[in-house]
């Protein structure tokens, strides 16, 4: 990671860790703040692991709650968003339990949870979709997590509990079964 790399997530971690020291104290326009830096990684995170729309937009939404009501007993250790994305997953996790199963996103709701994300094209969103439903659902997350939410390798090997050197094989495998769809015309 470059320098200027490492002091950007330094100064971000300094961010949130600084809202949610405000949280603990009932700001909500501190909440404001940590919900607009975060939402997009929490939801992308939430709907890897759920696969239905429904189910990670409460998550995301419960995700906020518990952060307000727990903000109280964060102890900083420089790693706010793994916190974060630790009650996401925490949350997700319990909702699967109740659901007892997963149930696979179409591809109309894989297309609107795309529409959060500006810089992708719809053309871009074509392709994509087409290319995410030939990868395996660990991979798929996988490459979501890292590409689309911005997530270095470690993180995601972190929140899906996995070794680091599986999620880079699966993440280059990925990329890779993405790489030939798209020049061997396998994209439909």
């Given at each position: 990671?470059?320098?200027?790399?490492?002091?950007?997530?330094?100064?971000?971690?300094?961010?949130?860790?600084?809202?949610?020291?405000q949280?603990?104290?009932?700001?909500?326009?501190?909440?404001?703040?940590?919900?607009?830096?975060?939402?997009?990684?929490v939801?992308?995170?939430?709907?890897?692991?759920?696969?239905?729309?429904?189910?990670?937009?409460?998550?995301?939404?419960?995700?906020?709650?518990?952060?307000?009501?727990?903000?109280?007993?964060?102890?900083?250790?420089?790693?706010?968003?793994?916190?974060?994305?630790?009650?996401?997953?925490?949350l997700?996790?319990?909702?699967?339990?109740?659901?007892?199963?997963?149930?696979?996103?179409?591809?109309?709701?894989?297309?609107?949870?795309?529409?959060?994300?500006?810089?992708?094209t719809?053309?871009?969103?074509?392709?994509?979709?087409?290319?995410?439903?030939?990868?395996?659902?660990?991979?798929?997350?996988?490459?979501?997590?890292?590409?689309?939410?911005?997530?270095?390798?470690?993180?995601v090997?972190?929140?899906?509990?996995?070794?680091?050197?599986?999620?880079?094989?699966?993440?280059?495998?990925?990329?890779?079964?993405?790489?030939?769809?798209?020049?061997?015309?396998?994209?439909?």
């Amino acid at each position: 990671m470059s320098m200027s790399g490492e002091a950007t997530e330094s100064k971000n971690a300094e961010r949130l860790d600084y809202y949610l020291a405000q949280i603990a104290n009932y700001d909500r326009e501190a909440l404001a703040e940590i919900y607009h830096l975060t939402s997009a990684a929490v939801f992308g995170f939430a709907l890897s692991i759920l696969k239905n729309m429904q189910d990670a937009e409460d998550v995301l939404h419960d995700t906020y709650l518990r952060i307000y009501a727990a903000a109280g007993g964060y102890k900083s250790m420089g790693k706010p968003m793994a916190w974060i994305l630790t009650i996401t997953r925490n949350l997700s996790l319990m909702k699967l339990r109740r659901r007892k199963k997963t149930v696979e996103l179409s591809p109309e709701e894989w297309n609107l949870s795309w529409d959060k994300h500006p810089n992708i094209t719809p053309e871009d969103r074509i392709v994509l979709m087409a290319c995410l439903e030939k990868l395996s659902a660990e991979e798929r997350q996988i490459v979501i997590l890292h590409s689309v939410s911005g997530f270095k390798h470690r993180e995601v090997a972190e929140f899906l509990s996995l070794p680091l050197s599986t999620v880079l094989s699966k993440y280059h495998r990925a990329i890779k079964k993405m790489r030939v769809l798209l020049t061997e015309g396998g994209v439909t």
